[in-house]
């Protein structure tokens, strides 16, 4: 085990260090620059090469890589327009993202997996073609649409839930997820409308495998056969969508919490556009960057607890 993670640590190393790059360069290739929108309304050019020096702008970009790599590896990311630690201004703005996108991959969860399982077990039956109708409009439905739609009905004319904002969870448990709820259910349903399809295949293969023939054979009963053997081997897919999905969401998010006026990860990114802020936008990039590859890592090492018939060294048993 020891070995396997070792290897796999090396190669997302490998991946963020190449990462780090791709963000850099891509940000230096956007117009305009830098020192311009630093310098706000101040043209001089004596005060603009003062910003280049100040940013070590004016340096070559191999040097300007390693210096701005060498002190995020330390944390320091740099500071803002606002002259902000652009790390501290991540670290308060991070939570109440991950919070949210926890939230919706449990709405998630919740309605995915179990809609499959059943479309699975009741092929070809009104079941499955309910849950696969679903499917479809999850997909389909925008989230902004969805997200308006839910505002007007459950917070203008029904009065349930607040329209907008935020509270802090360590501030007022309850009217955080009454803030929240919306929000997750927005981005829960389409990611379980995935969910449910994943699910949905991965049950037909592993109910059609020789081992659960065998274990019916056995005697076992349909609802064993179904939760103990196919549902396992079933959730390996399964993981790797939710992992993939929940690091999109860290950084997917800006539509959703720009209706609900949430003060996250995802309306901190747009505000770097807006404001052609290069030094956050480097800094939320390669966060979700580094988001994404840590949550791949994560996956990897699941596999290996969900089905022990793959060996610790990658090969199947």
Not at 156 to 177: C, E, K, M, Q, R
Not at 184 to 209: E, F, N
Not at 284 to 303: M, P
């Amino acid at each position: 085990m020891g070995g396997f993670l070792l290897r796999k640590l090396g190669a997302a190393l490998v991946v963020l260090v190449l990462a780090s790059m791709l963000v850099f360069v891509g940000v230096r290739a956007l117009p305009g620059d830098p020192a311009l929108a630093l310098g706000a309304e101040d043209r001089d050019p004596q005060v603009l090469a003062q910003i280049r020096h100040h940013y070590g702008l004016d340096k070559p970009l191999p040097v300007q890589y390693l210096r701005w790599v060498s002190l995020a590896a330390r944390g320091d990311l740099g500071t803002d327009q606002r002259e902000l630690s652009v790390s501290r201004t991540i670290v308060s703005r991070l939570p109440t993202t991950l919070e949210l996108a926890l939230l919706a991959i449990l709405v998630a969860m919740l309605i995915g997996i179990p809609a499959g399982i059943v479309a699975a077990v009741r092929q070809r039956r009104p079941e499955d073609y309910a849950a696969t109708t679903f499917a479809l409009v999850g997909l389909s439905v925008p989230h902004f649409w969805l997200g308006l739609m839910m505002i007007s009905y459950f917070a203008v004319h029904l009065h349930w839930l607040p329209a907008s904002g935020y509270v802090p969870f360590t501030h007022h448990p309850i009217d955080n997820l009454r803030h929240l709820l919306m929000p997750a259910i927005v981005l829960g349903t389409g990611l379980s409308a995935i969910l449910m399809r994943q699910m949905r295949s991965s049950m037909l293969t592993s109910l059609g495998a020789d081992y659960v023939r065998t274990a019916r054979a056995k005697g076992m009963s349909e609802r064993t056969v179904v939760l103990k053997h196919a549902l396992r081997n079933s959730l390996i897919t399964v993981t790797t969508i939710i992992g993939l999905q929940f690091g999109a969401l860290i950084s997917g998010v800006v539509v959703t919490e720009s209706i609900f006026v949430i003060p996250g990860f995802g309306r901190l990114t747009l505000d770097a556009i807006d404001q052609r802020d290069y030094t956050l936008l480097q800094g939320v990039v390669l966060v979700a960057a580094a988001g994404y590859v840590l949550v791949n890592l994560a996956v990897d090492v699941a596999y290996s607890l969900l089905n022990p018939r793959i060996r610790v060294s990658g090969r199947a048993a």
